[in-house]
């Protein structure tokens, strides 16, 4: 038996009210750099406007209740390339992806610094943002606990330890693994604080971190205490046991802000109604810290950054 299924479509004009454009303020600020700011306005989300700059836009800095100065305001372009075929050949053309305006400054902001932003233009109200500088975390040590053989012979199972010193008052850290780690697993209860992310997350099934992803924990177990966040990670030592890249953890604090953006937007992400996760959730609203304007400030610490020496390991 043979079984034709057959289907239509049909086009359906929108005929809602498009809502209007609203001003956009992101910026992380870096201990040691200067401060810096991406303005650019929404745009509805049927319209595929690259083009989202703001006219006239100005930017004045207060640190610690002072006026320290007005950042630098230029156009960003992101730019694409496409080719078209005419009758003399293959022409390259180029076009604009994404417009938004950049805003940067001169002054190296500090570690405690209050930053206050007030953005202004002639689209939009003004638009104020605030934030404070975290300080630098505390680390005691980076060290290893255990080195095993694993299945592959070319390859050591570390289980390692970052013990810091937190200070009294809430804390949010973050872990950038470098120097050619791509990831780590772990059961230490600090990571039950990150969003879960996938199916496996769900069922208890998968702890994987550190794949260019921000893995954060606030000190919410360990507050005003010492504490050793442990890990695991399967490390490569090539054929002839010779070469030994250590291994490397950048560790930030981070402000309160930017962990409940971070963390909001991870649950945004998985609240999408056509996953699997999605549809068994409500809408999730990402968090903002702008005044009269969407969007998040955050700030970020120096990085410290602690390595582990393997050459001792070779056969």
């Given at each position: 038996?043979?079984?034709?299924l057959a289907s239509c479509t049909k086009d359906v004009d929108f005929t809602?009210?498009?809502?209007?454009?609203?001003?956009?303020?992101?910026?992380?600020?870096?201990?040691?750099?200067p401060a810096s700011l991406r303005v650019e306005k929404s745009v509805f989300?049927?319209?595929?406007?690259?083009?989202?700059?703001?006219?006239?836009?100005?930017?004045?800095?207060?640190?610690?209740?002072?006026?320290?100065?007005?950042?630098?305001?230029?156009?960003?372009?992101?730019?694409?390339?496409?080719?078209?075929?005419?009758?003399?050949?293959?022409?390259?053309?180029?076009?604009?992806?994404?417009?938004?305006?950049?805003?940067?400054?001169?002054?190296?902001?500090?570690?405690?610094?209050?930053?206050?932003?007030?953005?202004?233009?002639?689209?939009?109200?003004?638009?104020?943002?605030?934030?404070?500088?975290?300080?630098?975390?505390?680390?005691?040590?980076?060290?290893?606990?255990?080195?095993?053989?694993?299945?592959?012979?070319?390859?050591?199972k570390l289980r390692f330890a970052l013990k810091l010193d937190d200070p009294?008052?809430?804390?949010?850290?973050?872990?950038?693994?470098?120097?050619?780690?791509?990831?780590?697993?772990?059961?230490?209860?600090?990571?039950?604080?990150?969003?879960?992310?996938?199916?496996?997350?769900?069922?208890?099934?998968?702890?994987?971190?550190?794949?260019?992803?921000?893995?954060?924990?606030?000190?919410?177990?360990?507050?005003?205490?010492?504490?050793?966040?442990?890990?695991?990670?399967?490390?490569?030592?090539?054929?002839?046991?010779?070469?030994?890249?250590?291994?490397?953890?950048?560790?930030?604090?981070?402000?309160?802000?930017?962990?409940?953006?971070?963390?909001?937007?991870?649950?945004?992400?998985?609240?999408?109604?056509?996953?699997?996760?999605?549809?068994?959730?409500?809408?999730?609203?990402?968090?903002?810290?702008?005044?009269?304007?969407?969007?998040?400030?955050?700030?970020?610490?120096?990085?410290?950054?602690?390595?582990?020496?393997?050459?001792?390991?070779?056969?």
């Amino acid at each position: 038996m043979v079984c034709h299924l057959a289907s239509c479509t049909k086009d359906v004009d929108f005929t809602g009210n498009q809502s209007d454009p609203l001003l956009v303020v992101n910026g992380l600020q870096q201990a040691g750099h200067p401060a810096s700011l991406r303005v650019e306005k929404s745009v509805f989300f049927l319209d595929d406007q690259p083009d989202r700059r703001v006219k006239d836009v100005e930017v004045d800095l207060y640190v610690n209740g002072s006026f320290k100065e007005s950042l630098q305001v230029r156009d960003s372009l992101i730019m694409e390339q496409y080719y078209i075929w005419t009758e003399q050949g293959e022409i390259l053309k180029e076009r604009i992806r994404y417009a938004f305006n950049y805003c940067e400054g001169q002054y190296a902001i500090g570690e405690g610094d209050q930053l206050r932003f007030e953005v202004r233009s002639s689209e939009f109200d003004n638009a104020t943002a605030e934030v404070t500088v975290p300080q630098a975390p505390q680390v005691i040590s980076f060290d290893t606990v255990r080195v095993e053989a694993s299945h592959n012979e070319y390859e050591l199972k570390l289980r390692f330890a970052l013990k810091l010193d937190d200070p009294v008052g809430s804390d949010y850290y973050n872990l950038y693994p470098q120097g050619g780690l791509s990831g780590f697993t772990s059961t230490d209860p600090v990571f039950t604080d990150q969003v879960v992310e996938d199916v496996e997350d769900i069922f208890g099934e998968h702890e994987y971190y550190g794949r260019g992803q921000y893995n954060m924990f606030s000190d919410r177990f360990f507050e005003g205490s010492e504490y050793s966040v442990t890990m695991e990670a399967y490390w490569y030592v090539g054929e002839d046991y010779d070469y030994y890249e250590p291994f490397t953890l950048e560790v930030t604090c981070l402000d309160a802000n930017f962990y409940q953006y971070l963390r909001s937007y991870r649950a945004y992400s998985n609240s999408d109604p056509e996953s699997l996760i999605g549809m068994f959730t409500e809408p999730v609203q990402v968090y903002s810290n702008v005044d009269n304007a969407i969007g998040i400030v955050g700030a970020q610490s120096q990085p410290v950054r602690v390595s582990i020496d393997l050459s001792q390991n070779r056969k």
